[in-house]
Structure formats: structure tokens, C-alpha cells
């Protein structure tokens, strides 16, 4: 499984990631494709982005002149949440890889979680309202509104972004002034901690894990528990890189559904499948 899931991330990551001009030339794709948006927190400005972020597109849209409701990235989210849910934060988000090969490198004493966890897991739900919602609304830049969390805080947008567009031009790593100096300090944290501790930025701080996560309970894909065949060996728990019980995986708004408890269950009493399985097999159970 996590083989698999290693595979999917690196294909979709080159997928989304593939216009070579880009990176060589240090220009934008600008073609039809990015009308397009792809699940995963994906830089609009990432000189390979054949796509756009959907966190991006609803900023675009908030930012119209009016308070017209952003129906397109609502449904797009919509769309996405009630299939996949947090899968797409475990399978097919590009940053969501470079924190998984970081947490790999073998330094420090790995940590699952940061010490007050459960209040700071509610950090990706305030930066979804304050950053992407009421900042690109009027919070900042005055009259001027601007997509105020890609604009301040996006580590994504800076690794996939703003660094490869600057070291192939020459112009613009000239314009770099104090706001590229903080978002920079912002991605060094996020990455150095992500050494240690498994996934900072998807736990405490992405408004796109904040809106899926909402539809965990509901999502077409979701990962099954056997309860009737569970020998409670605590292998699953022990395996989640998010510290979550068995009770709590696939269904907690923080399970990113990466499999590992899948594959560590000596019983095969946890599976992928689709909600109306798991309505069913329920149902037999009863």
C-alpha cells in the first residue's frame, strides 16, 4: 500500500507538474488548461502547473468586484469532497509528497503530533476563514482585494512557485523584497519541521485539508472497519500517522486515508470501499 501510494503521488505530481518549458524558461503556463482545477494544493504560478489550485480559484472568485457567491469553486469542492474526501491530501496532493519524503529523511525522533494538538488542529479551519475567505474579501490590502493567503502564507506556491520561477529569471529574484523573505521563512519552517514531525502544514494549517476533511464522514471513498473481526492488537493505531484510533480512521476530519492502517492490520479487517459497502456490511452486521 504504501508502495502504491508513493506511485500514485510521484504520477500525479509529474501529471499536474509536467510543463518542462516552464521550468526551463521560467515562464507561467497560460493555456487552456488552466481552467482547469486539479484537487490538490497545486500553484497557479508554478513554472510546470499544467492546472490551478482550487484554494486559488476561490480566492479569483472572492476577489470580483461584489459579493457574488463563488458557486464554480463550491462545486468543485463539493464535487471532490463528497467522492474522495482527505484521500486527496493522502494520494494526490504535490505538497503533501514533499512533506511525506521529508518525514522519511532519518533525523531527529519522529512525533506524530505537536504538543497541543487538539487545539492546534483547528489552525487550518481559522486560516480557511481569516486567509482565504474574509482576506480575500476585506481584511487586507484595504479597498484592494487581494488572494490574501497565497499572497502570505502559501508554502506550496513558494517551493513549486516562486523559487523555481526565480532561479531560472534573473528580473525577478532582483524584485525579491521582505514579503518573498517571509513567505521563504514560512516554507523553511514548515519543511524543517516536517522532518520531525509527520505532516505540520496538512495538520495545522492548509484550508483545502480544512474544507475535505468536512466531508470525511460523507465521501464515496472510505476505509471500512471490520468490527466483528477486529482482534484489538492496536496494529492500525500504532501504524497511523496521525495518532488516531481505530474508531476514528477514515472518519475523523484528520484521517488523510493514506492506507497504512490497511496494510498494517493482521486480521484484513480494514479496506477501501465505497460508502454504500459500507452502509451495507453494516447493515448485515445488525
Known amino acids: 500500500m504504501n508502495r502504491l501510494r508513493l506511485a500514485v503521488q510521484l504520477i500525479f505530481t ?11 524558461h521560467g515562464k507561467i503556463y497560460q493555456g487552456n488548461l488552466k481552467y482547469a482545477c486539479v484537487p490538490g494544493l497545486n500553484c497557479y504560478s508554478c513554472p510546470g502547473a499544467l492546472g490551478s489550485c482550487p484554494l486559488g480559484a476561490l480566492q479569483a472568485l472572492l476577489n470580483r468586484q461584489g459579493y457574488r457567491m463563488p458557486f464554480a469553486a463550491l462545486g468543485f469542492f463539493f464535487l471532490f469532497g463528497s467522492l474522495l474526501g482527505r484521500f486527496v491530501c493522502g494520494w494526490l496532493c504535490p505538497f503533501g509528497l514533499a512533506q511525506d519524503l521529508l518525514h522519511k529523511i532519518p533525523l531527529f525522533h519522529k512525533k506524530k503530533r505537536l504538543p497541543l494538538h487538539h487545539i492546534l488542529k483547528y489552525g487550518k479551519y481559522l486560516a480557511l476563514v481569516i486567509f482565504v475567505v474574509l482576506g480575500s474579501l476585506f481584511l487586507f490590502g484595504g479597498f484592494a ?107 475523523s476530519p484528520e484521517c488523510i486515508r493514506c492506507g497504512r492502517c490497511v496494510s498494517a492490520c493482521p486480521e484484513n479487517c480494514l479496506h477501501f470501499s465505497r460508502k454504500e459497502n459500507v452502509s451495507t456490511a453494516k447493515d448485515t452486521v445488525c
Do not use: D
Not at 509529474?14 to 526551463?24: A, D, E, K, S
Not at 496538512?202 to 471490520?226: D, M, T
Open 145 to 251: 482585494k487581494v488572494p490574501a493567503f497565497c499572497k502570505y502564507i502559501c508554502p506550496s506556491g513558494t517551493l513549486f512557485g516562486a523559487l523555481p520561477l526565480m532561479a531560472a529569471n534573473e528580473l525577478l529574484r532582483g524584485q525579491a523584497g521582505g514579503l518573498f523573505l517571509w513567505k521563504l521563512a514560512v516554507l523553511l519552517f514548515i519543511l524543517l519541521l516536517s522532518v520531525k514531525v509527520y505532516r505540520p502544514f496538512c495538520q495545522y494549517l492548509c484550508p483545502l485539508g480544512a474544507i475535505y476533511g468536512l466531508f470525511n464522514r460523507f465521501s464515496l471513498v472510505q476505509i471500512h472497519w471490520k468490527e466483528e473481526k477486529c482482534v484489538s492488537c492496536g496494529a492500525c493505531e500504532r501504524a497511523c500517522p496521525v495518532a488516531l484510533s481505530v474508531r476514528e480512521i477514515s472518519r
Open 14 to 24: 509529474v501529471l499536474t507538474n509536467g510543463y518542462t518549458y516552464g521550468y526551463l
